[in-house]
């Protein structure tokens, strides 16, 4: 049987009244299970005392290790750089915030050990506010609608996966990343878990609207065609409907004689057209940029300082 290590790959940003509960938590359930483990911390620039709790834990504790970027990437390079640091031969995705209860890993071992690769957790019902339920509920439609990407609905952050899947996982290297859009590319065998997700232990979500927003049009256009084809489309559209007008003021100009052509709706046409044009030009430039971002190769995230990693 294979002899697991479990790698706890923890992104924090903020999390100072979080991190004691959560190792406390944890361990109760790590200990009990016949396996080595160890947590990833990865700080993603916090201000507050969120790296100083950890060291100090680390100190203690050499199964807890932290890796400081050196100012705020974003989560989605913060799970990277957790998954590259990692050194178990399974590993498991978590926030500090405890939503997604430290109790519910050993159900994903269980399932783990059925030969999947990867096994994700769905949540039964969503803990959390009524705005934040509706920011979720826009936010995962449009990527569904606009990337075609099979993402589980309900989908926690609480996930676990093996190392054949994170090698695979590191292989990807783009610069503008959407985590759940990578897992779902990989594929390899996978399955599903619901899993009762608990209040936040405290704090508020960092992840707002506007953020997910912006990760969401990241998606889309890291993993999609779709604003390329409509600004096709309805360039087609709009020449189809430009040559009926044309059509229609000829046909009135020859048999309506009282028929005036006013210059206001000439000049709002114009208006029109250009604020169209300018907007598809966006869209190509948007991609345009992308790729100029990808061709320059820069590291994905800058590393300040680690603790407990071994060279």
Not at 58 to 64: C, P, R
Not at 190 to 216: C, H, P, T, Y
Not at 246 to 269: C, D, E, P, R, Y
Request: proline share 3%.
């Amino acid at each position: 049987m294979e002899k697991i290590k479990l790698s706890l790959v923890v992104p924090v940003y903020y999390e100072e009244d979080c991190i004691r509960q959560f190792l406390k938590e944890t361990k109760e359930v790590l200990d009990k299970l016949e396996i080595d483990y160890e947590y990833v911390f990865i700080d993603d620039g916090s201000k507050d005392k969120t790296t100083d709790i950890i060291k100090e834990e680390a100190a203690a504790n050499k199964k807890i290790k932290l890796v400081e970027l050196s100012y705020n990437h974003g989560k989605q390079a913060a799970v990277t750089a957790g998954i590259n640091y990692a050194s178990g031969t399974h590993m498991i995705y978590m926030d500090p915030d405890l939503q997604d209860p430290p109790i519910e890993i050993p159900r994903f071992l269980e399932e783990m050990a059925k030969g999947y690769d990867v096994v994700y957790g769905i949540r039964r019902e969503k803990k959390d506010n009524f705005i934040n339920k509706i920011y979720s509920g826009i936010f995962w439609g449009v990527l569904r609608r606009f990337t075609g990407l099979e993402i589980p609905k309900g989908l926690a952050v609480m996930r676990m996966f093996n190392r054949k899947f994170a090698d695979m996982f590191i292989q990807y290297k783009e610069q503008n990343r959407f985590i759940e859009g990578i897992f779902m590319h990989i594929g390899l065998k996978s399955s599903q878990l619901a899993i009762d997700q608990r209040e936040r232990f405290s704090g508020v979500s960092k992840f707002n609207f506007k953020r997910k927003m912006n990760l969401a049009f990241d998606a889309i256009f890291d993993f999609s065609e779709t604003p390329l084809k409509i600004a096709v489309r309805m360039g087609v559209g709009l020449t189809g409907l430009g040559l009926l007008g044309i059509v229609a003021l000829a046909f009135a100009k020859l048999f309506l004689l009282n028929f005036q052509a006013g210059w206001l709706s000439i000049i709002s046409v114009i208006i029109i057209a250009t604020g169209l044009q300018i907007f598809f030009i966006g869209i190509a430039a948007m991609y345009i940029g992308r790729v100029y971002k990808e061709t320059k190769h820069r590291p994905l995230y800058s590393v300040k300082e680690t603790t407990n990693i071994d060279k």
